[in-house]
């Protein structure tokens, strides 16, 4: 796999002829600069390497307890709903999704225009006009979150992000917007259809979800990173 993964004739850039898309995709845009899931060799490493730090268990480690609260408020919020209830809508979307605009320090108040535009961009029936027009919705928003944080920042992986790089010229203000949009869209649908997933398994195996129920410890064999 390893080999595979290192060898020049395998890519990630979906611009190459005869790469697998699933989705038609938008012409390439010179403002899609830091999409480096896209990318291949040096200027890959150049991004992604500013993202290390950051996603460093230690780091992450920082955020669980605001996790922790990120679900037990929404358990509660889904408690008072009563049953039934939309695990996906009330718990498995917005649960990764207040989690990553924290991360990055997108402010909760513009949850829904990036969860609305998320979702048509990751979403296989939509065309290429709309991507490109959710994909422009969410990179002004980032753009005006970008200055506002170069002016004032924060404890966030943007501000920093603008204070350590863009400032000192290391990184284009557009390459962070696509980055910061790179980041929002694929934390997002992932992990909430893995914990949508995950509960459906669970239910498939009763056996499994009574284990787990009695010995809370066994969670984390239960996933595989
Ligand atoms: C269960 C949850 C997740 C799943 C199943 C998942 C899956 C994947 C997969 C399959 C890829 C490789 C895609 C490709 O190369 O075509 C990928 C790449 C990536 N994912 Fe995730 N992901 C998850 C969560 C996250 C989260 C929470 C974040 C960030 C907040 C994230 C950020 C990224 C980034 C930045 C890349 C590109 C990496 C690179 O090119 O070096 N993902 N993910």
């Given at each position: 796999m390893r080999q595979l993964l290192r060898?020049?004739?395998?890519?990630?850039?979906?611009?190459?002829?005869g790469f697998p898309v699933l989705n038609p995709i938008p012409p390439k845009q010179d403002d899609a600069s830091g999409l480096f899931i896209f990318m291949d060799g040096d200027a890959h490493s150049r991004l992604r390497r500013m993202l290390t730090a950051e996603f460093m268990i230690k780091n992450i480690r920082r955020i669980e307890p605001l996790i922790e609260e990120t679900v037990i408020e929404s358990l509660e919020r889904m408690r008072g709903l009563g049953a039934p209830v939309d695990l996906m809508a009330e718990f498995a979307l917005p649960v990764p999704s207040m989690t990553i605009c924290h991360l990055l320090g997108v402010p909760y108040s513009d949850h829904d225009f990036f969860q609305h535009h998320s979702a048509v961009i990751m979403d296989r029936k939509s065309g290429p006009a709309e991507v490109e027009a959710a994909l422009g919705a969410l990179a002004g928003l980032l753009g005006d979150l970008v200055e506002a944080k170069r002016t004032e920042p924060t404890d966030d992986l943007l501000s920093r992000l603008v204070i350590e790089r863009v400032v000192p010229g290391e990184l284009r203000k557009d390459e962070l917007v696509s980055l910061a949009m790179l980041l929002l869209v694929a934390g997002h649908e992932t992990t909430a259809n893995m914990i949508g997933l995950s509960a459906l398994v669970l239910l498939q195996h009763p056996e499994h979800l009574a284990a787990l129920r009695e010995n809370p410890d066994l969670a984390p064999g239960m996933v595989e990173e």
């Open positions: 060898h020049p004739g395998f890519s990630s850039d979906q611009y190459k002829p």
